[in-house]
């Protein structure tokens, strides 16, 4: 047997592969787009066309993974993924034209590739991880990630001033071929109960109703959906280089990689001291420190005070996320992983695309600086709200789930 540490390894090659890939294509993309509109609103869009095919997929995807096999959806999600990236490299040689709309069709089918790809990893993670390491396993997995995330924009951002557009998406594509070999050597040992439904509407319904009844993973779904479609300026990023700090896609690289950087210190702490107690109030304390971190980042005019506070929002956002991670794995049994992984997913990445329109139009409509602020202010308000509605949560010891 496959032992926990051996099965982690195989499964992050597949992580730090594909999410590379992401990374690197979204600050390329964005850079890409800005570049040819000129227009904050058609950043916006971007998020609008990956959330699109996202919501569409999502769902059926979440019940595939619950029937078929975790390993054969991985694989299929990195096959995409390296499609997008070479058709963007394409785009960027200028091979094939026009070359805006085209680049909303690519973000597209990378909406569909996340869409196979988050429930087959948390799917494969909950079966492969004991529940009494979930935290510490999920607070490595976490800083794995968050490296990820501080390598692909500084290396994307690095590579679109230095060797160009289309280097840059073709190194996202070979990243996405790691991934692909990572999914192949995965072998979890899938397990399904006898009343399984192969029936996409009856398996939908009941992840849906597992999630409604469950007090616990909605409040914190909603959280955090609320707080990312709120409190997310990450999208807006290069309008901000360009027209505050006037400056060129390395400084958007440094930007994009340095809540991840505080992110990983973070993660790493958290691993060695998971936060088994009080837990729930650490989750709202978090995700409030988040938003008064974007609220001084939008009041920054220096690089360094902006990436300071991009990397105190890295550490509120490191904590919410361990947190919710052990929450969602803990208190999902392990056929349902896919679909509630699904619904989830819905609620994230919905909120992270339809943040990224958000912030575009609240852009265009009240200012740069403005909307950036008036999101961390509404971010505060939604943990205020949060706090008094959710009292299972307030009160949430994660040792006690365990």
């Not at 109960?193 to 009941?206: A, D, G, N, Y």
């Not at 938003?291 to 920054?300: E, K, R, T, V, Y």
């Not at 699904?342 to 909120?351: L, R």
């Not at 008036?374 to 949430?396: D, H, K, S, W």
Request: aromatic letters at 10%.
């Amino acid at each position: 047997m496959i032992s926990t540490r051996k099965a982690f390894q195989t499964l992050l090659i597949y992580r730090i592969g594909i999410t590379l890939n992401y990374q690197i294509i979204m600050v390329a993309v964005g850079w890409h787009i800005y570049e040819l509109t000129n227009s904050v609103v058609s950043l916006g869009l971007v998020g609008l066309a990956e959330l699109v095919p996202y919501f569409a997929f999502a769902l059926y995807s979440g019940h595939a993974v619950d029937t078929y096999s975790r390993r054969l959806i991985a694989a299929i999600a990195c096959l995409i993924h390296i499609a997008v990236a070479f058709f963007l490299a394409a785009i960027a040689l200028n091979l094939i034209s026009p070359p805006v709309p085209l680049i909303y069709t690519a973000v597209a089918f990378i909406g569909i590739g996340r869409a196979l790809m988050r429930p087959s990893y948390n799917a494969i993670f909950g079966q492969i991880i004991p529940r009494a390491e979930m935290s510490r396993y999920t607070a490595l997995a976490s800083s794995i990630f968050q490296i990820c995330v501080v390598a692909g924009p500084g290396i994307g951002g690095l590579l679109i001033g230095f060797a160009g557009l289309s280097w840059t998406y073709s190194l996202a594509g070979l990243c996405a071929c790691i991934g692909l070999y990572g999914a192949w050597l995965i072998r979890p040992e899938q397990t399904k109960p006898s009343k399984l439904s192969s029936h996409f509407f009856t398996s939908f319904l009941e992840g849906f109703n597992y999630v409604r009844k469950h007090e616990l993973i909605l409040a914190t779904m909603a959280l955090d959906m609320f707080a990312v479609l709120l409190g997310g300026a990450v999208s807006i990023l290069p309008a901000f280089v360009k027209e505050i700090l006037h400056a060129g896609p390395e400084t958007l690289g440094i930007l994009r990689a340095s809540p991840a950087l505080a992110a990983v210190i973070t993660g790493i702490i958290l691993a060695r001291k998971p936060l088994l107690q009080n837990s729930g109030r650490y989750l709202l304390i978090s995700v409030a420190g988040f938003g008064l971190a974007i609220i001084g980042f939008g009041l920054a005019t220096e690089l360094w005070v902006a990436a300071s506070f991009l990397m105190l929002s890295g550490c509120c956002d490191s904590v919410s996320v361990v947190i919710r991670g052990s929450i969602m794995q803990l208190t999902t049994p392990d056929h349902m992983r896919g679909r509630v992984s699904a619904i989830n997913g819905i609620f994230i990445g919905s909120s992270n695309e339809l943040g990224a329109l958000e912030s575009g139009i609240a852009a265009s409509l009240m200012g740069l600086v403005p909307s950036i602020i008036f999101g961390g202010i509404a971010t505060i308000a939604v943990v205020t709200c949060t706090y008094y509605l959710a009292p299972q949560l307030r009160r949430l010891h994660i040792a006690d789930l365990s």
